[in-house]
């Protein structure tokens, strides 16, 4: 199994490492023209979440518009012209270029914005706004305009933040929901979220006297967290419309601009991939995944978040299947109705919408860790696999097994646990292994409820080198290896459970061999 793993895993990296060297433009070159007019009929991409789409829309009905989950994925469906453009605001669209040498974007506007921080419609949330709009209204003029000439300019050394983990925190602390992938809005950089908005929110906690907890996640799901109360605020460039008026309430706004099509230059259109060495762009790309900023440790990190997750939902997952199988093995009618209902309930839901559901529903007023809710969705999908997995197991053993063992006088019990699980172990623990597995891949889900598991990371990370390769690449190697490990164990558990490969030592245990 392990060599099978490792052959598919060096076909995947054959396969990247060819698109990587010798990616082909196909798409057909736009004109010269720089104006709006020539993407009428395009592929335009926006962020899901976003009122671009809306924007795009309505200056240009007749674009076909695309869905994609992050900054990052619209740059790399540019580049490999799976679209024409995409929309987006200029500051994000000037940090875009800068990083990223084959784009840039039109100087005409698509649409004007007004971005502010959101609140809930409750109380709580209008005094919340109302102090932020008075904290707005204080301060000095042009430091908006100080701010914005900071964050989106291209001095790194000139981008400090003020102390947010030492706030006095006398009023209470705030969680503020954003996503960490916006740069220069908010982004990750050494390990911390910074950016225009977070500076401001870190200005407002300071003045008001609260603390601050900063909740990453994606962006389609911030004014859910907001709504639900999960968070108390929001800050992650949302800009102001009439339809998100009607579920939140804004701020004064923080920031005013337009809205901008980022396009591939004419030269990335021809054909010219740059004079840089094959080898050079390969150590480049290392060095901006890995190396810059630290970056290893966040997939560190979200290899512990992987693996807390996992590992807790299996031990969890399999004491609770374990224990309703008990309770429905001699035929209760009314435990298995039970038994039944909930196993068709949690296997029938798609695993990111019964997250969705435990975050902002069933636990949307509780303040409980992402984690927390990924581990207990996760127990629930894998408690009801282990469950029909014992039936299915348990199923395949004789009653004749039973009938033997009460007619020698063993108990109900005792025939179950030293007769009927030991057959049944072996036919169940094949099918366990390719739960685990699946487990370990299904986690990939949980940046959804503000989660920062390895993919998660592998986000955060490409939205800052605008880069799939080495970042997609390290977590398709990450997760080879945590299944490996997992198969392992799980295969190690087999061959000492297997009856079959029991020593002579351990068949004759307890039994006199000299009399």
């Given at each position: 199994?392990?060599?099978?793993?490792?052959?598919?895993?060096?076909?995947?990296?054959?396969?990247?490492?060819s698109?990587?060297?010798?990616?082909?433009?196909?798409?057909?070159?736009?004109?010269?023209d720089?104006?709006?007019s020539?993407?009428?009929h395009?592929?335009?991409?926006?962020q899901?979440?976003?009122?671009?789409?809306?924007?795009?829309k309505?200056?240009?009905?007749?674009?076909?518009v695309?869905?994609?989950?992050?900054?990052?994925?619209?740059?790399?469906?540019?580049?490999?012209h799976?679209i024409?453009?995409?929309?987006?605001?200029?500051?994000?669209?000037?940090?875009?270029?800068?990083?990223?040498?084959?784009?840039?974007?039109?100087?005409d506007?698509?649409d004007?914005?007004?971005?502010?921080?959101?609140?809930p419609?409750?109380?709580k949330?209008?005094?919340?706004r109302?102090?932020?709009?008075?904290?707005?209204?204080?301060?000095?003029?042009?430091?908006?305009d100080?701010?914005?000439s900071?964050?989106?300019g291209?001095?790194?050394?000139?981008?400090?933040?003020p102390?947010?983990?030492h706030?006095?925190?006398e009023?209470?602390?705030?969680?503020v929901?954003?996503?960490?992938?916006?740069?220069?809005?908010e982004?990750?950089?050494?390990?911390?979220?910074v950016?225009?908005?977070?500076?401001?929110?870190?200005m407002?906690?300071?003045?008001?006297?609260y603390?601050?907890d900063i909740?990453?996640?994606?962006?389609d799901?911030?004014?859910?967290?907001?709504?639900?109360?999960?968070?108390?605020?929001s800050a992650?460039?949302i800009?102001?419309?009439?339809e998100?008026?009607?579920?939140?309430?804004?701020?004064?706004?923080?920031?005013r601009?337009?809205?901008v099509?980022?396009?591939?230059?004419e030269?990335?259109?021809?054909?010219d991939?740059?004079n840089?060495?094959?080898?050079?762009g390969?150590?480049?790309s290392f060095?901006?995944?890995?190396?810059?900023?630290?970056?290893?440790?966040l997939f560190?990190?979200?290899?512990?978040?992987?693996?807390l997750i996992t590992?807790?939902?299996?031990?969890?997952?399999?004491a609770l299947?374990?224990g309703?199988?008990?309770?429905?093995?001699?035929g209760?009618?009314?435990?298995?109705?039970?038994?039944?209902?909930?196993?068709w309930?949690?296997?029938?839901?798609?695993?990111?919408?019964?997250?969705?559901?435990l975050?902002?529903?069933?636990?949307?007023?509780?303040?409980?860790?992402?984690i927390?809710?990924?581990?207990?969705?996760?127990?629930?999908?894998?408690?009801?696999?282990?469950?029909s997995?014992?039936?299915?197991?348990?199923?395949?053993?004789d009653?004749?097994?039973?009938e033997?063992?009460y007619?020698l006088?063993?108990?109900?019990s005792?025939?179950?646990?030293?007769?009927?699980?030991?057959?049944a172990?072996?036919?169940?623990l094949?099918?366990?292994?390719?739960?685990?597995?699946?487990l370990?891949?299904?986690?990939?889900?949980v940046?959804y409820i503000?989660?920062?598991d390895?993919?998660?990371?592998?986000d955060?990370?490409?939205?800052?080198?605008?880069e799939?390769?080495?970042?997609?690449?390290?977590?398709?190697v990450?997760?080879?290896?945590l299944?490996?490990?997992?198969n392992?164990?799980?295969?190690?558990l087999?061959v000492?459970?297997?009856?079959k490969?029991?020593?002579k030592?351990?068949?004759l245990?307890?039994?006199?061999?000299?009399?």
């Amino acid at each position: 199994m392990f060599f099978k793993r490792a052959a598919v895993l060096g076909v995947c990296l054959l396969l990247a490492l060819s698109a990587f060297l010798f990616r082909q433009v196909n798409a057909e070159e736009l004109s010269g023209d720089t104006s709006l007019s020539r993407f009428e009929h395009a592929r335009i991409g926006v962020q899901t979440g976003t009122s671009f789409d809306k924007m795009v829309k309505k200056n240009m009905p007749d674009a076909k518009v695309a869905y994609f989950n992050t900054k990052a994925d619209l740059v790399a469906a540019l580049t490999g012209h799976k679209i024409d453009a995409f929309a987006i605001d200029e500051p994000a669209a000037q940090i875009v270029t800068q990083e990223y040498s084959e784009v840039t974007w039109l100087p005409d506007y698509l649409d004007t914005y007004s971005f502010a921080l959101a609140f809930p419609k409750t109380k709580k949330g209008e005094a919340l706004r109302n102090q932020c709009n008075d904290f707005l209204h204080q301060l000095p003029d042009g430091t908006l305009d100080m701010l914005a000439s900071k964050w989106f300019g291209e001095d790194e050394a000139a981008k400090t933040m003020p102390d947010s983990k030492h706030l006095s925190a006398e009023n209470g602390t705030l969680r503020v929901a954003t996503e960490a992938g916006y740069a220069p809005f908010e982004y990750v950089r050494d390990g911390e979220i910074v950016g225009y908005d977070m500076e401001i929110c870190v200005m407002f906690c300071e003045a008001c006297g609260y603390g601050m907890d900063i909740v990453d996640m994606n962006f389609d799901g911030i004014l859910p967290s907001v709504q639900s109360g999960k968070c108390d605020f929001s800050a992650a460039g949302i800009n102001i419309t009439p339809e998100r008026m009607e579920s939140v309430l804004f701020s004064e706004p923080t920031f005013r601009g337009g809205t901008v099509l980022v396009v591939l230059k004419e030269n990335a259109l021809a054909g010219d991939s740059g004079n840089d060495s094959l080898w050079g762009g390969i150590v480049s790309s290392f060095n901006k995944t890995f190396i810059r900023e630290n970056r290893w440790k966040l997939f560190v990190h979200g290899v512990e978040t992987t693996l807390l997750i996992t590992v807790l939902s299996i031990l969890f997952g399999t004491a609770l299947g374990f224990g309703a199988f008990l309770l429905c093995r001699n035929g209760s009618p009314a435990a298995n109705t039970i038994a039944r209902f909930c196993v068709w309930l949690v296997q029938g839901m798609p695993m990111v919408v019964l997250l969705m559901v435990l975050f902002y529903i069933v636990f949307g007023k509780v303040s409980i860790s992402g984690i927390v809710v990924a581990v207990i969705g996760f127990t629930l999908t894998f408690g009801s696999s282990v469950f029909s997995l014992m039936k299915m197991g348990v199923g395949t053993v004789d009653r004749g097994q039973y009938e033997a063992a009460y007619a020698l006088g063993h108990s109900n019990s005792r025939t179950f646990f030293r007769i009927i699980l030991p057959q049944a172990i072996p036919h169940i623990l094949p099918a366990y292994q390719g739960e685990i597995v699946g487990l370990i891949k299904a986690t990939a889900v949980v940046g959804y409820i503000a989660v920062q598991d390895l993919t998660k990371i592998g986000d955060i990370v490409r939205s800052r080198t605008y880069e799939a390769f080495f970042p997609l690449i390290a977590v398709t190697v990450i997760y080879f290896v945590l299944e490996g490990l997992m198969n392992i164990l799980v295969g190690w558990l087999r061959v000492r459970s297997d009856p079959k490969k029991r020593s002579k030592a351990r068949i004759l245990k307890g039994v006199k061999t000299d009399d």
